[in-house]
């Protein structure tokens, strides 16, 4: 059994890093995920599927889970269409036909051979059964002439016992290659030793002590280690189950030629029977392996017993990666990806990349990015919503300084007084320090590391806090923004929310004294806050009522009567609904002359509170740019027709223009000259 224990035993190698994620690697990037899952959910995905989406897409630099599904089936499809399972049977007839013209060719030399034996030899040989298993049966009893064809016959037997053992013994088949008598009864051993420890598990009389003592003893044939009984048992039904496809694959004929030339196996039949045994246990035990599947393997290299069903295990693993990658089944989770199996089928930088998605889908979940609500779906957090609404404003910044040769100098107000707060300095901040803040920071962060040294202080960036100033005047700002029908079907809905999010970013971080409140209006309308509003799903409910967003945005307006009020409508169509006095919406197309004289009378009030107002009109239609100029000039309004990607900068540029003490205009020229000092030329 020596050559057979040397051939077996597994070798020491070195593995993956597999305690955790690699140390050595870059910390994940979440800007590009935040980004793109936030577009998500403002077109109207929950932030659970908005992550998927992107889990799904990958990003830039990253391959995502598609692209893993699609190698994964490119793998699969090449496995089916190069091989076919006739490997086995070829050759063995090719090691028959060699018998067999060896011998013919050592009776036609042999001169010593009595004619009659010659002849007798010579009519066995023509009268073979053209089934493989058939002569090989018929020959079992011959008188071989040539030592050279009795020994290319014997190969048969040989080959069948080891490729029978292949295929539930990965590698037996090159590692009793030339085995002794002793090998192979070494061999029938470990078979009855192990269906008696399976037969004894089966009737629940297994022990611990039982399975130690059988790998004590033949350890050699199981290079997997398996530790328990249950690893030993599903290493083996996953082997037997993936043979059994084979067979299950095959023709007819060709389960019969194997089936008959099985029993020649090792010249005995004693193997068989054991095999049958062992697969009959662990069909038993485990049911749930695929024992009934099959493929259709019509490729050009043929494929021997054992290596047939080591490439049907890897066309289940990467069935089982297949799903796996698609994540399509209740509680899926991105470490449910078996990164080993993995990198077995399609290579390390594969499994590199799923790692690194299951750290992003970690990130996203541990970061505060995402939070599970009380109905139990994932929402993006506050500090989810604050960094996409930076990312939007740095976007709207680009924009409009690109455009007006204007920078983004970050200031929170031109020129009042300190308000008595605080915060982090950012580039371009020209206010003063706050030196107790920054240097009680410094101390603070030092303090950790053993305090100052050499007697002083040191100050890095993150420490330095800088004196807020407020604006000489704050501002009530609405901003109405349409949530009709047209808005989802012209593609307007993601720009609008994009441009409500920057404001609101806008305000709360750089003007926290102004006040502003969203009003979404399409049939009805409806004060949201900025979570709600980018949640918001497509309104498919026909209707424009403007008369309602004007009533609730005055109704904000006389809550701040000190205020400068600011109206900013956003809207691509004409009023078509109003409230009746009893509180119900009135629809009508083309509008109504009494939901136009509504408006009108709201947007009148909103005149005489002092608002600055101004008009986003989207789209090109005739009727509604007549409408809102006609409004606008009845305001002594703006009207802006930005296209869709300039929709935030125009917003946040009339916001800032019409927020100054100069009480500008509203358009883009008032943003570079404007009391606010957000933008300066």
Same mark, same amino acid.
């Given at each position: 059994?020596?050559?057979?224990? =040397?051939?077996?035993?597994?070798?020491?190698?070195?593995?993956?890093?597999?305690?955790?994620?690699?140390?050595?690697?870059?910390?994940?990037?979440?800007?590009?995920?935040?980004?793109?899952? /936030?577009?998500?959910?403002?077109?109207?995905?929950?932030?659970?599927?908005? $992550?998927?989406?992107?889990?799904?897409?990958?990003?830039?630099? &990253?391959?995502?889970?598609?692209?893993?599904?699609?190698?994964?089936?490119?793998?699969?499809?090449? *496995?089916?269409?190069? @091989?076919?399972?006739?490997?086995?049977?070829?050759?063995?007839?090719?090691?028959?036909?060699?018998?067999?013209?060896?011998?013919?060719?050592?009776?036609?030399?042999?001169?010593?051979?009595?004619?009659?034996?010659?002849?007798?030899?010579?009519?066995?040989?023509?009268?073979?059964?053209?089934?493989?298993?058939?002569?090989?049966?018929?020959?079992?009893?011959?008188?071989?002439?040539?030592?050279?064809?009795?020994?290319?016959?014997?190969?048969?037997?040989?080959?069948?016992?080891?490729?029978?053992?292949?295929?539930?013994?990965?590698?037996?088949?090159?590692?009793?290659?030339?085995?002794?008598?002793?090998?192979? +009864?070494?061999?029938?051993?470990?078979?009855?030793?192990?269906?008696?420890?399976?037969?004894? @598990? =089966?009737?629940?009389?297994?022990? &611990?002590?039982?399975?130690?003592?059988? $790998?004590?003893?033949?350890?050699?044939?199981?290079?997997?280690?398996?530790?328990?009984?249950?690893?030993?048992?599903?290493? #083996?039904?996953?082997?037997?189950?993936?043979?059994?496809?084979?067979?299950?694959?095959?023709?007819?004929?060709?389960?019969?030629?194997?089936? /008959?030339?099985?029993?020649?196996?090792?010249?005995?039949?004693?193997?068989?029977?054991?095999?049958?045994?062992?697969?009959?246990?662990? &069909?038993?035990?485990?049911?749930?392996?695929?024992?009934?599947?099959?493929?259709?393997?019509?490729?050009?290299?043929? #494929?021997?017993?054992?290596?047939?069903?080591?490439?049907?295990?890897?066309?289940?693993?990467?069935?089982?990666? +297949?799903?796996?990658?698609?994540?399509?089944?209740?509680?899926?989770?991105?470490?449910?990806?078996?990164?080993?199996?993995?990198?077995?089928? *399609?290579?390390?930088?594969?499994?590199?990349?799923?790692?690194?998605?299951?750290?992003?889908?970690?990130?996203?979940?541990?970061?505060?990015?995402?939070?599970?609500?009380?109905?139990?779906?994932?929402?993006?957090?506050?500090?989810? $919503?604050?960094?996409?609404?930076?990312?939007?404003?740095?976007?709207?910044?680009?924009?409009?300084?690109?455009?007006?040769?204007?920078?983004?100098?970050?200031?929170?107000?031109?020129?009042?007084?300190?308000?008595?707060?605080? =915060?982090?300095? +950012?580039?371009?901040?020209?206010?003063?320090?706050?030196?107790?803040?920054?240097?009680?920071?410094?101390?603070?962060?030092?303090?950790?590391?053993?305090?100052?040294?050499?007697?002083?202080?040191?100050?890095?960036?993150?420490?330095?806090?800088?004196?807020?100033?407020?604006?000489?005047?704050? %501002?009530?700002?609405?901003?109405?923004?349409?949530?009709?029908?047209?808005?989802?079907?012209?593609?307007?809905?993601?720009?609008?929310?994009?441009?409500?999010?920057?404001?609101?970013?806008?305000?709360?971080?750089?003007?926290?004294?102004?006040?502003?409140? *969203?009003?979404?209006?399409?049939? @009805? +309308?409806?004060?949201?806050?900025?979570?709600?509003?980018? /949640?918001?799903?497509? $309104?498919?409910?026909?209707?424009?009522?403007?008369?309602?967003? #004007?009533?609730?945005?005055?109704?904000?307006?006389?809550?701040?009567?000190?205020?400068?009020?600011?109206?900013?409508?956003?809207?691509?169509?004409?009023?078509?609904? @109003?409230?009746?006095?009893?509180?119900?919406?009135?629809?009508?197309?083309?509008?109504?002359?009494?939901?136009? %004289?509504?408006?009108?009378?709201?947007?009148?009030?909103?005149?005489? #509170?002092?608002?600055?107002?101004?008009?986003?009109? *989207?789209?090109?239609?005739?009727?509604?740019?007549?409408?809102?100029?006609?409004?606008?000039?009845?305001?002594?309004?703006?009207?802006?027709?930005?296209?869709?990607?300039?929709?935030?900068?125009?917003?946040?540029?009339?916001?800032?223009?019409?927020?100054?003490?100069?009480?500008?205009?509203?358009?883009?020229?008032?943003?570079?000259?404007?009391?606010?000092?957000?933008?300066?030329?």
């Amino acid at each position: 059994m020596a050559r057979a224990n =040397r051939r077996l035993t597994r070798a020491s190698r070195y593995g993956r890093y597999v305690d955790g994620p690699d140390p050595l690697a870059p910390p994940v990037d979440l800007s590009e995920a935040l980004d793109q899952i /936030g577009e998500d959910v403002m077109a109207g995905y929950s932030p659970e599927r908005a $992550m998927r989406e992107f889990l799904r897409r990958g990003g830039r630099d &990253q391959a995502g889970l598609d692209d893993l599904a699609r190698r994964v089936q490119d793998k699969r499809r090449e *496995l089916a269409q190069k @091989h076919n399972l006739d490997g086995t049977l070829q050759e063995i007839k090719e090691l028959l036909d060699r018998a067999v013209l060896t011998e013919r060719k050592q009776l036609a030399r042999d001169v010593d051979l009595d004619d009659a034996d010659r002849t007798l030899a010579e009519m066995q040989l023509d009268h073979l059964p053209a089934s493989p298993a058939g002569a090989v049966s018929e020959l079992n009893g011959y008188r071989w002439q040539s030592s050279e064809a009795r020994e290319d016959f014997e190969k048969i037997k040989d080959l069948l016992g080891r490729e029978m053992l292949d295929q539930r013994f990965a590698g037996m088949k090159n590692a009793l290659e030339n085995a002794t008598d002793e090998d192979r +009864a070494a061999i029938n051993e470990m078979l009855d030793d192990l269906n008696r420890l399976l037969e004894s @598990h =089966r009737s629940g009389e297994g022990t &611990q002590e039982q399975f130690d003592e059988f $790998m004590a003893q033949h350890g050699e044939f199981f290079p997997e280690d398996p530790q328990t009984i249950d690893e030993l048992l599903d290493a #083996l039904a996953q082997r037997s189950a993936a043979a059994q496809r084979m067979r299950n694959s095959m023709t007819a004929e060709q389960r019969a030629e194997l089936d /008959g030339l099985a029993q020649q196996a090792f010249g005995s039949p004693e193997l068989m029977q054991s095999l049958a045994q062992l697969d009959g246990n662990l &069909q038993a035990m485990r049911p749930g392996e695929d024992w009934g599947g099959s493929e259709r393997m019509d490729g050009q290299e043929g #494929l021997g017993l054992g290596d047939g069903t080591g490439v049907f295990q890897d066309i289940a693993d990467l069935d089982e990666l +297949a799903e796996q990658l698609a994540q399509s089944y209740d509680g899926s989770r991105m470490d449910d990806l078996d990164l080993d199996k993995l990198s077995r089928q *399609l290579g390390d930088e594969a499994a590199v990349d799923a790692r690194t998605l299951q750290q992003l889908e970690k990130a996203l979940r541990d970061s505060g990015t995402l939070k599970r609500g009380s109905d139990g779906q994932l929402k993006l957090t506050p500090k989810a $919503m604050r960094q996409l609404g930076k990312a939007l404003l740095r976007d709207v910044a680009d924009k409009m300084s690109g455009r007006q040769g204007a920078r983004d100098v970050r200031q929170s107000g031109a020129a009042g007084e300190r308000s008595g707060a605080t =915060r982090e300095w +950012a580039f371009g901040d020209t206010e003063p320090w706050d030196v107790t803040r920054t240097v009680t920071n410094a101390l603070t962060r030092t303090a950790g590391e053993g305090g100052a040294t050499g007697g002083g202080v040191r100050i890095e960036i993150g420490d330095v806090e800088v004196q807020e100033t407020e604006a000489r005047t704050q %501002a009530c700002v609405a901003l109405l923004v349409d949530t009709s029908f047209s808005m989802a079907m012209d593609g307007r809905w993601v720009p609008m929310k994009r441009t409500a999010l920057a404001l609101h970013t806008l305000i709360k971080s750089r003007f926290r004294g102004d006040d502003l409140q *969203l009003i979404a209006f399409g049939r @009805h +309308a409806e004060v949201m806050d900025i979570e709600q509003l980018t /949640g918001l799903d497509a $309104m498919y409910a026909k209707g424009t009522n403007l008369h309602h967003a #004007l009533l609730l945005a005055n109704r904000h307006f006389r809550k701040h009567p000190n205020a400068q009020p600011v109206l900013l409508i956003v809207t691509d169509g004409e009023p078509t609904s @109003h409230l009746e006095s009893s509180g119900e919406v009135y629809f009508e197309y083309p509008p109504h002359p009494l939901t136009v %004289a509504y408006a009108v009378r709201e947007l009148d009030n909103a005149t005489r #509170l002092g608002a600055q107002t101004t008009f986003f009109r *989207l789209g090109e239609d005739p009727g509604l740019a007549r409408f809102v100029q006609q409004m606008a000039t009845r305001a002594g309004g703006t009207v802006v027709a930005p296209e869709l990607d300039d929709l935030g900068a125009a917003v946040v540029g009339s916001y800032l223009g019409s927020r100054g003490p100069r009480g500008g205009s509203g358009g883009f020229g008032d943003v570079l000259g404007g009391g606010r000092g957000f933008w300066a030329g």
